[in-house]
């Protein structure tokens, strides 16, 4: 007669224990990784555009409004703060900067107190983040109304043309502006942005995004038209790789770009043209085994 083993499995106890944590992990991750997305993108906006510009403003202001004297220039009946490299700032302007400092250091020179004076009362981020977007808002607008007048094309080609002169930079720029004027370009290309590829291997597909036309000296090889396809990889699309292909060997897919892009991310949860979006696919139910496929339980002893 054979035991039976009947103890609990530790690793069953611990099971919807792990269920429970990978849903909500599920649930927290999205909104966390995007609230970590914007913060990494407003700390770069703030570190090196906001921050130049401020002190940029600051160096200019303070060269029109600043009263720094020595001792025997300050005026009588005014009251004058005399500072730690000698010189003297009015008294009122020192009291402000005295009360907002914190625990930072009182500033030694003049300009500099002038600078922590401009930050404290005119140039504080609450005022000045909302002058500054709307500023770059209507620069942009401003730009793109002349640049479709044909005023602003003469200027931008002479700064382009500049750049070309600049070894490596004019790679750099060159690849930039190609990325980012086919993500911001409104005109329809000659075929579907979004494409299915047999990759890596036959019965596979893989969407695509077709950049361009195929490079000529692959279309003279191959005698056949070609186009540049950007093969995106999960989860991170810019991430993946360009391939020359056939054009009759890729398949138009009626989807936006968005759409493509949320399938990619989402690694096939989101699936484009389907109501239940971010739930699995019904198809998934049939990997589970059923009573049919189970294999046939041998007959018991003595039977």
Known sequence: MTATNTSPNPRSGLRPFRTAVLRGLGVLLPPLLTIAILLWIGGTIQNYIFEPIAIGVQNIVVRFIQDVRQPEDAPEGEPYRRLADGTCVPQKIYDVVEKGRG????????????????????????????????????ILYLLGKLIAAGVGRFSVGLVERGIARVPFVRSVYSAVKQVSSFLLNERQMDVSRVVAVEYPRKGVWTLGLVTGEGMPAIEGIVGDECISVMICTSPMPMAGFTINIRRSEVVDLNITFDQAIQFIVSCGVVVPGRKDLGLPHPGHQALRPTTKDRPPEPPAQGQ
């Open 103 to 138: 625990e930072e250091p009182m500033p030694r020179t003049g300009p500099h107190v002038y600078r922590a004076y401009l930050r404290l009362t005119y140039l504080r981020p609450a005022v000045m983040i909302p002058l500054f977007l709307c500023g770059f808002v209507l």
